[in-house]
């Protein structure tokens, strides 16, 4: 692998080397990189680097076709699979799967330090496995350093520690190393109505609601750049195969049964805009495509599967990528780009659909929220983003009121967290009222937990705040014109407080 190393990547490997030459057994480090900038080479430098003396580091990385990407970027023809997997065996790289079931056999495995590719996957039963049996450090490298919900989140990092970034989406976006696709919702399928089961939309019922769609979701289909279409699952896939043929659109197919030399044939057609790509979550992690149109039909509540669908787009090109999303993914899911997508795009989605009754729903920043319902907050770029405002009696004195606050905007990882105490100062005789010192916002960080906190009343505001809110709200970033509650309006004295503009 002669390859002239970035800046980053050159930091990223420093960093591992630097984490083996001083780890103690079971000691864990997390590197994380966007998709597209060259995460297997970041391991594969760190693996080389560390062994220049045994062959002791192995990698693991959760998929064939990440094995056949790592094998070429070290200078291998591709050949058949089981060629492929014993000459990735000899350059100790082996899927978690095979590389368990060989601990558990005996296998004279010599290991001293593990490479865990894709490594958001550890919290998997086989990698606990690989654990249990090896007991070594281990660096994870992944895009996407997070689980499907805050609870799995605060478990994978609890594990591996808080994420070194090699490079952050900003940043690899300002530097031109990850470029941002073009971005159009296309309402077919409001998700919002779709059924939950075990953290993820019934495919059954997602597949009925685009069925309902089929028409309108082949008029998307066009053969003018290398195009993929994500499929919820098989059925799905079948029926657009039936109607792709009735209406002559030449389309390929990739799943994970699919063999490596019809998956070679099929990326071939996508690439040349031979034919249309289908594919049900395949060319996702560690593909390395020239992907140019992704046509989204898989609506998703997991933030790593949709960061790591869209990054197949995001590599650097003079051809602009686009990105058409058919569901709530994109609204749903844009604050892990970290600012990166453009206010516009974002707008777009959300007016595309009504207000969701899952509003809110991330994996970063809200641990402590719990089952509390945000506001809607209208900001003056067009985007909506979402606010928590919560209160609780002072536990050491009673008198007093706590409140928090988190302001979520849809455009970025890290909710704004502000909190404030209301002081009861004691009866006026001449106001003949109670007197409270309201106190003012201060910016925080997000509590360990909030219980026995209430949200506030969702109530009308009154003619002077309401004249407050046209006279300030534009100055912090919100939209003057909108109609606010007095749960909303918190925002604007939040933002004015702690000295803060959404943009």
Known sequence: MNFKLHYFQDNAVARGLDFFDTAERDDKLCIASPTGTGKSIMEWHTKIKQQRHDKTTWI????????????QKIG?????????????????????????????????????RLI???????????????????????????????????????????????????????KAYEEDYINMPWCETVPLVDDDVISIQNGEFVVEAVTSEYTSRIEDVLKLFTLDKPTMVSVPGHLMLDILEGMCRKHKIPTVTVVSETANIDRVAA???????????????????????????????????????WIQQLGRIMRP???????????????????LLEGCMPPMFIAQAQ??????NRMGQRVLGLEAIGKFQPVEM????????????????????????????????????????????????????????????????????????????????????????????KRAAKGVGLDRDAEVTRKNFQALPILLDIGLRLH
Not at 127 to 150: F, K, M, N
Not at 317 to 335: G, K
């Open 378 to 469: 209208p900001m003056a770029n067009g985007m909506t983003g979402f606010i928590y405002v919560m209160a609780s009696q002072d536990p050491n004195n009673s008198a007093n009121i706590i409140e928090y606050a988190a302001i979520v905007h849809p455009a970025l990882q890290e909710p704004i967290w502000a909190t404030k105490v209301k002081i009861k100062k004691g009866y006026d005789p001449v106001l003949q009222r109670m007197v409270m010192d309201y106190g003012k916002w201060e910016r925080t960080t997000a509590p360990a937990d909030l219980k026995g906190f209430k949200s506030i009343p969702t109530e009308k505001v009154t003619v002077p705040m309401a004249n407050f809110w």
């Open 76 to 112: 291998h023809t591709i050949k058949s699979k089981a060629h492929n997997e014993r000459l990735a065996f000899q350059h100790q790289i082996c899927t978690p799967v095979k590389f368990r079931n060989m601990l558990m056999k005996g296998h004279d495995i010599r290991i001293k």
């Open 116 to 170: 865990v590719d894709e490594g958001h996957h550890y919290n998997a039963e086989t990698y606990s496995e690989i654990e249990a049996l090896t007991r070594v450090p281990a660096i994870c490298y992944t895009a996407s350093p997070y689980r499907g919900t805050p609870k799995g989140t605060k478990t994978f990092r609890d594990m591996w520690g808080e994420p070194y970034w090699a490079i952050t989406y900003q």
């Open 317 to 335: 090109s003079d051809e602009v990528a686009e990105y058409i999303c058919t569901n709530r993914n994109l609204m749903r899911h844009a604050y």
């Open 60 to 71: 693991i990385t959760p998929r064939y076709e990440i094995i056949a990407g790592m094998l």
């Open 351 to 356: 007016q595309a659909f009504p207000i969701s």
């Open 267 to 305: 990326f071939d057609a996508c690439i040349n805009c031979k034919a249309i790509l289908l594919q049900i979550n395949v060319v996702s992690e560690g593909v390395d495509l020239p992907i140019r149109r992704l046509i989204d039909l898989a609506p998703t509540l997991s933030p790593v599967k």
